[in-house]
T-cell receptor, first 110, second 112 residues
Framework: GNSVTQMEGPVTLSEEAFLTINCTYT??????LFWYVQYPGEGLQLLLK?????DKGSNKGFEATYRKETTSFHLEKGSVQVSDSAVYFC?????????FGAGTRLTVKP | EAQVTQNPRYLITVTGKKLTVTCSQN?????MSWYRQDPGLGLRQIYY???????DKGDVPEGYKVSRKEKRNFPLILESPSPNQTSLYFC???????????FGDGTRLSIL
């Protein structure tokens, strides 16, 4: 079946550091890929998405590229802020199937 | 404002006492889903609904029931809760299956 594997956290960075959170997937067919963000005490919010190979999703300075050849969708940001501290989930959706990674907690220190 | 509303937000109860967590969305979405979130496991899908009167099991349906009598509502029912159902629960909806989902703020259940 389909599955998503995320790098384990927690990740702690200083403000303005470069962020990468790795995500790889296993899927049949052509899934859509997502990154969601969860702030404390809240539900998940869509951060960005990509629906086909080589698509790049971007939002709020975050980017991720749908790489079919490496089955990856790594999340990157060039300069993180304290306000980016949250839990990040990689997810995919296929036919009758929605899968989430385990989540990566990011803490950004001033 | 587009939103998914869950109630209650927090509940502490005892084993065997039936409970219902309500979920309502105001976006006229066809697809709705329930998840539980547990440390180290991410979100796991309990049940989903493609439309009114159409529901199906997700990955962890045991011990749960759902219904979809109206498009906007998708309650989660625990007929006889047990301690292993202590978790953080999220309801979500989307225009249709495969589209990005809107999530509620979560319901934290503690079953003693």
């Amino acid at each position: 079946g389909n599955s998503v594997t995320q790098m384990e956290g927690p990740v702690t960075l200083s403000e303005e550091a470069f962020l990468t959170i790795n995500c790889t997937y296993t899927a049949t067919g052509y899934p859509s890929l997502f990154w969601y963000v969860q702030y404390p005490g809240e539900g998940l919010q869509l951060l960005l998405k990509a629906t086909k190979a080589d698509d790049k999703g971007s939002n709020k300075g975050f980017e991720a590229t749908y790489r079919k050849e490496t089955t990856s969708f790594h999340l990157e940001k060039g300069s993180v802020q304290v306000s980016d501290s949250a839990v990040y989930f990689c997810a995919l959706t296929g036919t009758n199937d929605m899968r989430f990674g385990a989540g990566t907690r990011l803490t950004v220190k001033p | 404002e587009a939103q998914v509303t869950q109630n209650p937000r927090y509940l502490i109860t005892v084993t065997g006492k039936k409970l219902t967590v309500t979920c309502s969305q105001n976006m006229n979405h066809e697809y709705m889903s329930w998840y539980r979130q547990d440390p180290g496991l991410g979100l796991r899908q309990i049940y989903y609904s493609m439309n009114v009167e159409v529901t199906d099991k997700g990955d962890v349906p045991e011990g749960y029931k759902v219904s979809r009598k109206e498009k906007r509502n998708f309650p989660l029912i625990l007929e006889s809760p047990s301690p292993n159902q202590t978790s953080l629960y999220f309801c979500a909806s989307s225009y249709r299956e495969g589209q990005p989902q809107h999530f509620g703020d979560g319901t934290r259940l503690s079953i003693l």
